[in-house]
């Protein structure tokens, strides 16, 4: 198993069910806890757990949200206790039964390292990089390793999995031994996050989180996430030429000032900031389509980033990588011979909702470079309508997050009765509405 990130993890936890040993090389050095650490560079900004995110990491790890929520974080019901800014107003907020969690992406990994490690046959060896794969003309027998301060070796394994992440290398890698690169696709979002934590009051607000979603009009956007530690995670993102928001601690709440909503703004003007805003220009998205290569060795394959890393401002990574794991089980259940071209062909279908929900709202601004389909095209200006009528319809707005966190597939969007509402309801922009309404039943953030 070469990487210990979230993809890395869950994937160790279905191969502890196949194999004797899994032996996780990272070339970290992992925390003993919940921290930040170089090789998730991400960590330190806001992050969200989807609902298919929460149901996986409940799967494989019974007891899991329990822990996390002892440990401060929040259960939350994602329509209802979240505030969803589509275009210029807010979706109506009321229960939808999808259940999410609102907690930190260091407090995520720690808890689920420490249960992937707790298990008999897994053990973690940080410090320790994969340089390259070993190969016997057929398949893939292992992986080259290199410990910090030591000397390259090599280790035999009957699968490797690579989790390396954004900036793996495995087509190079696949290269050397004979085989062709995966296609890539790749679209630069020209988006930069600025984040900050703020000091929360427990039961100030009644709602957990705030998300602003930036579009071609207004590029700018925001998302302020309740975390452990009584904190509120803020990340501010700007797409664009110009538009980064500000890393000055004197003018960084004054970004919120131009968000359609002023609730982020209030709050920010009266919380008290715990650190300084951290910068992060976000890299390309980039999808390898391993599905489609007509060759592929046995004894490999890869998940998590190393197969599709999106745009994090929509929140998928980690539900993904879970989602993936699933599907790696399900085929490792299947028997090893011919496993990477099963696993490849199910992961694609896990990875083409979240990749067109991103790569697709993305390309609505034109500013991103990247090939616009006829289906991107007619997508997108099905999907602006759908975001008018969600904030009018309750019913379109709890489909269209139903999809968004990758509990339905998108044909359900075009459900007669969704159809109806969104052609009704979404002909026109809607005129930004006042934020004093009704408030929900209140959640206890």
């Not at 269209?400 to 044909?411: K, S, T, W």
Request: hydrophobic share 45%; with cysteine; glycine share 10%.
């Amino acid at each position: 198993m070469l990487g210990a990130s979230m993809a890395g993890l869950l994937a160790a936890r279905v191969l502890s069910e196949t194999f004797a040993n899994v032996t996780i090389f990272d070339r970290d050095t992992l925390p003993a806890g919940a921290a930040n650490r170089k090789g998730v560079p991400q960590g330190e900004h806001s992050h969200g757990l989807l609902a298919r995110g929460r149901q996986v990491l409940e799967e494989l790890f019974p007891g899991l949200v329990d822990e996390l929520t002892a440990q401060g974080g929040i259960p939350v019901d994602i329509m209802r206790d979240c505030i969803w800014i589509q275009g210029d107003r807010p979706m109506p907020r009321v229960a939808s039964g999808l259940a999410g969690l609102c907690v930190s992406r260091p407090a995520i990994e720690a808890e689920v390292r420490r249960r992937v490690l707790a298990l008999p046959n897994v053990v973690v060896l940080d410090g320790h990089e994969a340089t390259g794969l070993l190969f016997d003309g057929t398949r893939v027998t292992g992986a080259k390793v290199l410990p910090a301060g030591g000397t390259e070796h090599d280790v035999a394994a009957d699968l490797v999995v690579d989790a390396t992440g954004r900036g793996n290398r495995g087509p190079t890698w696949l290269a050397a031994i004979g085989f062709e690169r995966p296609a890539e696709e790749r679209v630069d979002p020209l988006t930069v996050y600025v984040s900050r934590d703020y000091r929360r009051v427990p039961g100030q607000e009644d709602f957990a989180a705030i998300i602003t979603s930036p579009n071609p009009a207004r590029p700018s956007g925001a998302v302020a996430i309740a975390a452990e530690g009584d904190r509120w995670m803020v990340t501010l993102l700007g797409v664009g030429a110009g538009q980064a928001p500000p890393n000055d601690a004197d003018t960084y709440a004054d970004f919120t000032a131009k968000l359609p909503d002023g609730r982020l703004h209030t709050l920010l003007r009266t919380a008290e900031p715990l650190g300084p805003p951290l910068r992060m220009r976000l890299p390309a998205s980039v999808r390898r389509r391993y599905e489609r290569m007509e060759r592929l060795p046995d004894g490999l394959v890869s998940i998590g980033d190393a197969i599709c890393s999106f745009n994090p401002a929509y929140g998928q990574g980690m539900t993904v990588a879970a989602a993936e794991a699933i599907e790696l089980r399900d085929a490792l259940r299947a028997g090893r011979a011919g496993l990477p071209r099963r696993f490849y062909a199910k992961a694609a279908k896990v990875v083409d909702v979240p990749w067109d929900i991103a790569v697709g709202a993305d390309l609505a601004n034109p500013e991103i470079q990247g090939e616009r389909t006829g289906k991107t095209r007619f997508l997108n200006a099905y999907v602006a309508k759908v975001q008018v009528a969600a904030t009018r319809s309750a019913a379109v707005g709890r489909r269209f997050l139903e999809v968004a966190n990758l509990m339905q597939a998108p044909p359900s969007l075009f459900a007669p009765g969704i159809v109806a509402r969104v052609l009704w309801l979404g002909r026109k922009p809607a005129a930004p509405a006042p934020v004093a309404v009704t408030a929900p039943e209140r959640v206890t953030v």
